[in-house]
Antibody
Framework: EVQLVESGGGLVQPGGSLRLSCTVS????????MDWVRQAPGKGLEWVGR??????????QYAASVKDRITISRDDAKKSVYLQMKSLKIEDTAMYYC?????????????WGLGTMVTVSS | YVLTQPPSVSVAPGKTAMITCGGD??????VHWYQQKPGQAPLLVIY???GRPSGIPERFSGSNSGNTATLTISRVEAGDEADYYC???????????FGGGTKVTVL
């Protein structure tokens, strides 16, 4: 079964750091682009960034709103994708989802994890 | 690039709901649609304007032309009540863009 499971969320103080993980199963991670999407409480979906696949040399792309504060990486052998966030702000409070892109760079997100909640608060 | 969706759409059971996603010349791009029910992760319902993933009912269809992409839900059921989001890749910025979402209420 194809599955994505996020972990690493929690309560963090403003200015702090956090690393989220997305562990995958049921498919070969190196074949796929993987994206991170967040959703603030009661708000819509916001794309955070992505890591390309092996054919794309794992190129990362980031949303302008967070690009100076995040790093997306992956370890195909560990079947995991990571979202490292630093200098966290209150407005980073959100559910963070990882999602698999169907096959190529512009394809839809066909599989989503259940998400992990990040709360930034003092 | 901005994708504009109506905040809400109400529809009676058995009727047709049309959810629009407006953007400058969006018809020249490809649009994906997601359904999100409360407390759940989004679910892909339409890809590349008109494609329907396995397991999505034929009642869900899409179109895209000019400045508007549309998700149409025919013969609406109570279980279709959810938020719906359109999505597009913005090449100039190398970003994915989501619409603000439309809450579909079944009366």
């Amino acid at each position: 079964e194809v599955q994505l499971v996020e972990s690493g969320g929690g309560l963090v103080q403003p200015g702090g750091s956090l690393r989220l993980s997305c562990t995958v199963s049921g498919f070969t991670l190196s074949d796929y682009y993987m994206d991170w999407v967040r959703q603030a409480p009661g708000k819509g979906l916001e794309w955070v960034g992505r890591t390309g696949n092996k054919a794309n040399s794992y190129t990362a792309q980031y949303a302008a709103s967070v690009k100076d504060r995040i790093t997306i990486s992956r370890d195909d052998a560990k079947k995991s994708v990571y979202l490292q966030m630093k200098s966290l702000k209150i407005e980073d409070t959100a559910m963070y989802y990882c999602a698999r892109t169907q096959a190529t760079a512009y394809d839809a997100f066909d599989i989503w994890g259940l998400g992990t909640m990040v709360t930034v608060s003092s | 690039y901005v994708l504009t969706q109506p905040p809400s759409v109400s529809v009676a059971p058995g009727k047709t709901a049309m959810i629009t996603c407006g953007g400058d010349n969006i018809g020249s791009q490809s649009v994906h649609w997601y359904q999100q029910k409360p407390g759940q992760a989004p679910l892909l319902v339409i890809y590349y304007d008109t494609g329907r993933p396995s397991g999505i009912p034929e009642r869900f269809s899409g179109s895209n032309s000019g400045n508007t992409a549309t998700l149409t839900i025919s013969r609406v059921e109570a279980g279709d009540e959810a938020d719906y989001y359109c999505q597009m890749w913005d090449s100039p910025s190398d970003h994915w863009v989501f619409g603000g979402g439309t809450k579909v209420t079944v009366l």
